[in-house]
């Protein structure tokens, strides 16, 4: 596999619509690890690192020096937004940065201006930013085509991708325009309001052959017609929804309850945010979207269908309270409650002070930067090996998606390693008490 990935030399544009808390706080992060001021925290890419071989041989390289990646010194950072601010400003405003750092790194960030967004107003009610563009839905398409192109030209740049950091659009689920290419291309001629703007982008990328990666909830590139589209250009996709905050803890916690036959009778969860995430949350439509996205996660690990004795009657909740003046950081509160031998109730209380973009950020880099190796490897469609990120992972249709944290991490390394051309690895270890025997 490994001669067919291709180098990742040159420059690597990464595009995002939705200059908001998360695209800022990664670009701003991204700036000042470049300057040598801040570390990549919690980027896989950039900090883990990954067992070869067997254990006896002890290869443990860092994953960037293991898989061409492209280094944080050739990414160059561009996007859209319904608000004209410039990305210092939007930084600013998202108060999730101190201003102190975004200081050191001002004259990166003040170049980097949204283009006018492909924008409707009823997939986001509670935005009223008036810097979007004009026209059909084809015309959209046209135009955030001509801007990808137009960026990749000015920049000089070598690949593009693009990561959807818009906000959460109202729920919607897959209709008849949805179910192949044909027809979504038809209703894009037609200006069909059923297809909603993150999927005005998603088209325009994959089109391109550019790999799209989706950080919302929203369905966008979970569609037949645009899984299509990515077969038919080659072009890599992953979504949905950054697996941050609470659901990363309730994907670290369950596989663990469940790895020790536990009982679960409830898990409630709640927040309070006070982002301009949290203000579009705010409205029903928006969170219901975000509410399916998260609910899936304990059934897909728990399998309440299998383990009726330990799981059949779980009730779960949970709760998204806008809250300003807790800003991005958000805090939660879970509430537990398990049983074990003979049915013995006991009960498990998380308050996680969080901050969300703070979380978010580096899954959103190693996104990128995992769809652009993607593509270079020349692998299409749906890329579920990038589950690890997300909340709702993606998958073929009929497939269950997978989401207990710890396999995702062992399916990303193994696909690294399938990669790269070297042994997987099961975790089996038998046959190093078998040699020890025979040396015996
Ligand atoms: N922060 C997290 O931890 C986290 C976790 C999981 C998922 N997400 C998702 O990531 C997305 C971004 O979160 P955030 O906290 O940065 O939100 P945010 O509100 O700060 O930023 C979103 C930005 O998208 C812009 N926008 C909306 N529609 C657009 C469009 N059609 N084209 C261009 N720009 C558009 C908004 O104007 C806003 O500036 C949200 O969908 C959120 O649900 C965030």
Known sequence: MKNNIQPAKGKLGILIPGLGAVATTLIAGVEAVKKGISQ??????????IRL????????PKIKDFVPLADLNDIVFGGW????????????NAKVLEPGLLNAIKPELEKIKPMKAAFDKNYAKNLDGTHVKQGTRQQLADAVMADIENFKAQNGCDRIVLVWCGSTEIYYEASEIHQSLAAFEQALENDDKLISPSMIYAYAALKL?????????????????LIELSKLTDTPIAGKDFKTGQTLMKTILAPGLAARSLG???????????NRDGLVLDDPDNFKTKEVSKLGVLEDILRPEDNHELYGDIFHKIR????????????SWDNIDIFGWLGYKMQIKINFLCRDSILAAPIALDLALFIDLAKRAEMSGIQEWLSFYLKSPQTLPGLRPENDIFKQLMKLQNTLRHLMGEDLITHLGLDYYQDLVEVL
Request: proline share 9%.
């Open 40 to 49: 990549p925290i919690g980027s896989l890419t950039q900090m883990g690192h």
């Open 53 to 60: 071989g067997k254990r006896t041989e002890n290869r443990y």
């Open 81 to 92: 937004d319904v608000y004209e601010d410039n990305v210092y400003e939007a930084a600013m």
């Open 209 to 225: 052959g550019v790999p799209f990666a989706n950080g919302a909830p929203n369905l966008t590139v979970d569609i037949p017609a």
């Open 264 to 274: 679960i009778s409830g898990w409630f969860s709640t927040n309070i945010l006070g």
């Open 320 to 331: 998204i309270n806008y809250y300003p003046p807790h800003g991005d950081n958000k805090e």
